[in-house]
């Protein structure tokens, strides 16, 4: 200012370190209020990074001293709101580097009224997420869902006559690494089941594969009170007289027995009077071979035992 004492017209300004704030830069730093002072107690303070979709930050903590338990930093995938905890980080101790794996992360301090410290100096670094490996191909079932990238969900179910062995759902992992949160599942022809459907279908153990040896497999089938059951052969491979079907037109083995079925001949259908049937697959030790069964009620349940080129059977 003009004058015979030399003075600015405003006093010196002063760099302070906020309680909070919001950040959109791919780098940047977050400091605790008043650092490298202490900070102030009964505190509140929120940082939000909000980034591109597909994008992280690493956070590297260069300076860290808050009072252990009592005043904490909690780092959160997401908002403030209902973002998800990371990590709490309290005392003199720094903490190891950490990676948010969102796009969004929120960063939370807390103080209480007693025994200020200095806080925390932080820098950010943005890095770009990749996504979790592709389940694809998922063989003997489909995939539900083309997004994998990070949080997001994934399901998968099976072809008639498969059944899903794992977890029907899976989610990309946060962190470093991008990984399922389960192993992928798959969808394997089982030795036995239950079948309560109204259609339904039964491969040998192990198909599109040859079978097994040594199997004795047990089906039970069952459609509503008053239907019976249709069986259409369409296709049998296995070794004759020693690998073979038995159909019992009941629940069990003391049921009348429908028949018994091996070899590569082409089978003729039959009708069931039950509405319960048993069927049962035996192997020895030698020679496999691999069958299809499609099933229908009221003369619509088929059994087609098939090959490794799938049949496909129009329905009557």
Not at 19 to 44: A, E, H, K, R, W
Request: hydrophobic fraction near 35%; charge should be negative; charged fraction near 15%.
């Amino acid at each position: 200012m003009p004058g015979p004492v030399r003075r600015w017209n405003y006093p010196v300004p002063l760099c302070l370190a906020q309680c909070g704030g919001s950040m959109t830069d791919f780098s940047g730093v977050i400091l605790s209020p008043g650092f490298p002072g202490n900070y102030q107690s009964s505190l509140d303070c929120s940082w939000r990074v909000e980034l591109p979709i597909g994008f992280g930050i690493h956070l590297q903590f260069l300076n860290f001293s808050t009072e252990p338990v009592h005043d904490y930093l909690e780092v959160r995938s997401g908002t403030l709101e209902t973002g998800t905890v990371i990590d709490r980080f309290s005392g003199p101790v720094v903490p190891n580097s950490l990676f948010s794996t969102t796009h969004e992360t929120t960063l939370f301090f807390h103080s209480d009224y007693s025994q200020n410290k200095p806080g925390f100096h932080i820098v950010y670094q943005a890095y770009e997420l990749q996504r979790c490996p592709d389940p694809r191909p998922f063989r003997n079932g489909i995939v539900i869902g083309q997004d994998f990238s990070v949080g997001m969900t994934i399901s998968f179910e099976c072809l008639a006559g498969y059944t899903l062995l794992g977890e029907p759902s899976l989610t990309c992992l946060h962190g470093v690494s991008r990984n399922w949160n389960h192993p992928i599942p798959r969808c394997e022809a089982l030795c036995g089941g239950n079948i309560t459907s109204m259609n339904g279908t039964i491969y040998s153990p192990g198909h599109p594969a040859e079978y097994p040896h040594f199997q004795d497999c047990m089906w039970t089938v069952r459609v509503p009170p008053g239907y019976g059951i249709y069986i259409n052969f369409s296709v049998i491979n296995t070794e004759p007289i020693y690998d073979y079907i038995t159909v019992w037109d009941g629940p069990d083995q003391t049921s009348p027995q429908i028949g018994q079925f091996s070899g590569n001949s082409v089978q003729d259908g039959v009708s069931t009077t039950a509405n319960q049937i048993l069927i049962k697959f035996h192997s020895d030790f030698s020679t496999s071979g691999f069958f299809e069964l499609l099933l229908s009620k009221n003369q619509m349940w088929r059994i087609a035992l098939g090959i490794t080129n799938t049949c496909t059977v129009d329905t009557i």
